[in-house]
């Protein structure tokens, strides 16, 4: 099954708990919170506090992506808030083990993503280590960015690596997606899909995105499943 995450930096902060709500009404798997220092990205977003916040209103998964320069640092206020999953980037943990440990230690998942730059290959000797893989699909920083195509073929790659090194490990993307480009993701391996602009900016609304995403999803994975 392809799971479905909203992610909340497209929602209107102004109605942020209730919108979750219906996401996860609607059969959204986890609610994607993405963290921004200015440094990592050229953007700032929320903290720690959000995440308290929102850790009563859904049972659903909190899943943390850090696109921030020192993950470390961020790492135990997100965890005490109540994150269930925390992502980070290779491009600033080249050694990314300690860090993963911690993440373990603390009970939670640990993800570890890497840009559209970055070779696939190199997070394969970290695949054995980490409970999901993020291959970004634009450049992180703003939301409502265009897919960027080779990310297809950097999909597949991934996925095969993931079947090599650590094949429960999940495959997420995150950039771009929508209905039109989730079916050619999933058929390429992707498992856990990011959708923003997709489904909080839905002009049927959220409910009715995220349950056409899951639709095209669960077809499109008979490719590879």
């Keep these: 099954m392809t799971a479905i995450a909203p992610s909340i930096l497209a929602a209107d902060f102004s109605r942020l708990g209730d919108l979750v709500r219906e996401v996860d009404r609607a059969g959204a798997d986890r609610i994607h919170i993405d963290v921004m220092d200015g440094h990592f990205v050229p953007n700032l ?40 999953r925390v992502i980070f980037h290779l491009e600033v943990e080249p050694d990314p083990r300690p860090l993963i440990s911690r993440i373990h230690q603390a009970g939670k998942k640990a993800g570890l993503a890497f840009n559209p730059d970055k070779p696939v290959d190199e997070i394969a000797p970290f695949l054995g280590l980490v409970d999901l893989a993020l291959c970004m699909t634009v450049f992180p920083g703003f939301g409502g960015q ?42 390429a391996g992707a498992n856990v899909l990011v959708a923003g602009t997709a489904i909080f900016g839905a002009k049927d609304g959220p ?6 995403l899951a639709d095209l999803a669960a077809h499109a994975a008979k490719s590879w499943a």
Aim: a negative charge; aromatic letters at 4%; charged letters at 20%.
């Design 207 to 212: 409910t009715a995105a995220v349950k056409h």
């Design 45 to 84: 977003s929320m903290g720690s506090v959000v995440v308290k916040g929102l850790r009563p209103v859904t049972q659903k998964s909190l899943e943390v992506h850090l696109m921030v320069q020192d993950p470390g640092k961020f790492l135990e206020g997100f965890l005490t808030a109540g994150a269930d």
């Design 146 to 187: 265009a897919f960027i195509s080779s990310s297809i073929d950097r999909v597949r790659q991934l996925r095969e690596l993931i079947k090599t090194h650590n094949p429960t490990c999940d495959l997420e993307v995150d950039g771009g997606i929508d209905a039109v480009t989730a079916p050619g993701v999933v058929a």
